[in-house]
């Protein structure tokens, strides 16, 4: 099986149409492999979350090909994709949506009981990567009573939680200081190379964007790689 995790190819997004025509990606091309961590910068507007909702599924590009672990989705029905994105994808967002009334290890393990794991090894998983993400002395906190950053690194566990190959981020430390957004992204990354999966994410920070293994930028409809 190739090490490519998430392909994008010939991809090509537009919305609107005549004078509101805005040509997101056009002939968009992307690889990134298990254990590798990509950055995306990009100017506002200029298409980061497109490219990250195509990559995790939740949007269909209108050409191209997304391969998500060596498998084509643009000919899956809505189920396929479903399943493909469950099985394979943990999505990070700029705001944790995590849910109030649990606490932080709840929260981690709630998304394996769904995914059918038993909840003994399902909270043993989530101890484990609290504890890789540093935050396992607050696995009994509820969300109101963690930190920002704390509460981000708890998103980030929940995301990575049933093992995705695909970890997708789109401005994980965009609400944090810049000494929190540090040990966020760095625990992020650790947790990255820990699991073998391959990362996207979006940021506006270059200094943390210099940490990823790749940078690429979206520049015309095209995914191109820079240096910062
Ligand atoms: N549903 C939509 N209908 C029309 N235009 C859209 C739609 N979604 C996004 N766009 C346009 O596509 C472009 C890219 O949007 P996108 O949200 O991907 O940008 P972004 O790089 O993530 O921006 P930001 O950093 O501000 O979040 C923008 O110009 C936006 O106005």
Do not use: C
Request: avoid cysteine; glycine fraction near 10%.
């Amino acid at each position: 099986m190739s090490d490519v995790h998430l392909k994008l190819a010939k991809v090509h997004r537009h919305y609107g149409q005549g004078e509101t025509l805005v040509r997101v990606l056009e002939a968009a091309d992307l690889e990134v492999k298990g254990g590798e961590l990509v950055a995306i910068v990009a100017p506002s507007g200029a298409g980061k979350s497109t490219l990250l909702h195509i990559s995790g599924l939740l949007e269909r590009p209108q050409g191209g090909e997304v391969e998500i672990t060596g498998v084509p989705t643009s000919k899956l029905n809505e189920r396929g994709r479903t399943l493909l994105r469950r099985d394979t994808i943990g999505y990070v967002y700029q705001f944790h949506h995590l849910l109030p009334e649990f606490s932080a290890l709840e929260n981690v393990t709630m998304p394996q009981l769904i995914a059918g794991r038993d909840g003994a090894a399902a909270e043993k998983r989530a101890m484990q990567l609290l504890d890789i993400l540093g935050i396992a002395p607050r696995a009994q906190h509820r969300p109101a009573e963690l930190s920002g950053g704390e509460q981000q690194r708890v998103a980030i566990a929940r995301a990575a939680a049933n093992h995705p190959r695909i970890i997708l981020a789109d401005e994980p430390t965009g609400n944090l200081d810049p000494a929190t957004s540090d040990v966020v992204f760095d625990a992020l990354a650790s947790l990255i190379r820990e699991e073998g999966a391959a990362a996207l994410i979006a940021t506006h920070n270059h200094e943390l964007a210099r940490r990823a293994n790749r940078i690429v930028a979206l520049r015309g409809g095209l995914i191109e790689p820079i240096t910062l």
